[in-house]
């Protein structure tokens, strides 16, 4: 799967508590040869990593061991070098296995615990920034999922919908002395309703930024008739139809998009400059850690490859080095910085994950206080 299949509602089921051991194992990928012939190699060993660690825990059951390790063999089967991307992200337990494809690159590990490692897919999916991308005309309307990589059409949700077609009718022209505008007919005024229905439940579903593309008159109508179009965060008046391609679309939008990103960008930066000068402002893992527990956490940003392995102690967490391990310690969390990002999400928290060592001087990580 790739980043577009990650709804809030997957991420949460991923996020949930497994019986012990649910394997995370993650990996730097290549999309073109010759660098990718690496890729099978550096995923064998660390498949024997993950079979040495379950191996090695005496947490770890022989039942359980022989069933995680074959759901893992099931998924490296199944992995298709020809759609790497920039990282593999593999998840298993005893009754399942996940195979995730990222545009985002990510370390290698192999993690053991009782939940999966879900920050890779955070970051892929927070860094891909989806938005959505409505095509419309009288007669036609398509839904788009965009993310930095480009744009898919979608099939789902009602899309795409094509207005029902009625024959020229003589008598009604006679009675009007004209054939009706297209954009004025009552034909065209249902069918955009009925794109507006659509639309409103695919937002309430999977809310993102909507980007509207097609001619003024029918910009406008959609406006009239309906709610979802003034939550658009932009539009552009070009004609589009039923062969309209992603390329063409993109076209359109990319000065859109591209001012879309950068007030985004400009936007985190403003809140932390603001909570700076407030004193809303947390920095450093234990602070954040403290903050996000106490649900006063409204904004975080970490480091894209911040991990640290700690010791929870009297509600603080004291780093550890290398040869503790959680096996050896009920109290160490071997990612404490997932298991952060997890416990923000799930109060309501927004995550933003930024460049390397450039929160150097703050720990790594910080967050902007609600209170």
Not at 74 to 83: P, Y
Not at 166 to 178: A, T, W
Not at 310 to 318: F, M, Q
Not at 333 to 359: Q, T, W, Y
Request: glycine share 6%.
């Amino acid at each position: 799967m790739d980043t577009d299949a990650l709804t809030a509602g997957l991420l949460q089921e991923l996020r949930a508590t497994r019986p012990y051991p649910a394997l995370s194992l993650t990996m730097p990928t290549h999309r073109r040869a010759p660098d990718n012939a690496q890729d099978a190699v550096r995923l064998r060993n660390l498949v024997a990593e993950a079979g040495n660690r379950l191996e090695a825990d005496p947490r770890v059951s022989r039942e359980s061991r022989a069933a995680v390790k074959a759901q893992l063999d099931r998924a490296v089967a199944e992995v298709d070098q020809r759609r790497a991307l920039d990282a593999l992200v593999i998840l298993a337990d005893a009754d399942e296995y996940q195979i995730w494809q990222l545009p985002r690159t990510a370390p290698e590990r192999v993690v053991l615990s009782d939940t999966y490692l879900t920050r890779n897919l955070v970051a892929a999916k927070a860094g891909a920034r989806p938005f959505w991308v409505l095509s419309l005309s009288a007669e036609h309307a398509a839904l788009w999922s965009g993310t930095s990589e480009g744009l898919r059409k979608e099939g789902t949700g009602g899309f795409p919908l094509t207005a029902p077609h009625e024959e020229p009718n003589p008598q009604r022209e006679e009675r009007i002395g004209d054939t009706p505008s297209t954009y004025s007919s009552e034909d065209a005024r249902n069918f955009l309703r009925t794109v507006d229905e659509k639309l409103r439940t695919v937002l309430a579903t999977d809310p993102r930024p909507l980007f509207l593309v097609g001619l003024a008159p029918a910009l406008a109508l959609l406006d009239e008739v309906g709610e979802s179009a003034g939550s658009a965060v932009a539009r552009a008046a070009k004609g589009t139809t039923a062969e309209t391609t992603a390329p063409e679309l993109l076209k359109e939008l990319n000065p859109a998009l591209e001012d879309w990103r950068m007030q985004a960008a400009a936007g985190i930066r403003g809140r932390f400059d603001n909570a700076l000068s407030s004193r809303s402002f947390a920095g450093g893992l234990d602070e954040v850690w403290l903050a996000v527990r106490e649900g006063r956490a409204g904004l975080i940003a970490v480091e894209e490859h911040f991990e640290q392995t700690v010791r929870v102690t009297d509600g603080h967490l004291e780093p550890v080095g290398p040869d503790d391990t959680p096996d050896t310690d009920g109290q160490i969390r071997e990612d404490i910085v997932d298991e952060l990002v997890e416990a923000a999400l799930d109060n309501g928290c927004e995550v933003s994950f930024v460049a390397d060592d450039s929160l150097e001087g703050h720990g790594r990580i910080a967050a902007v206080l609600r209170f």
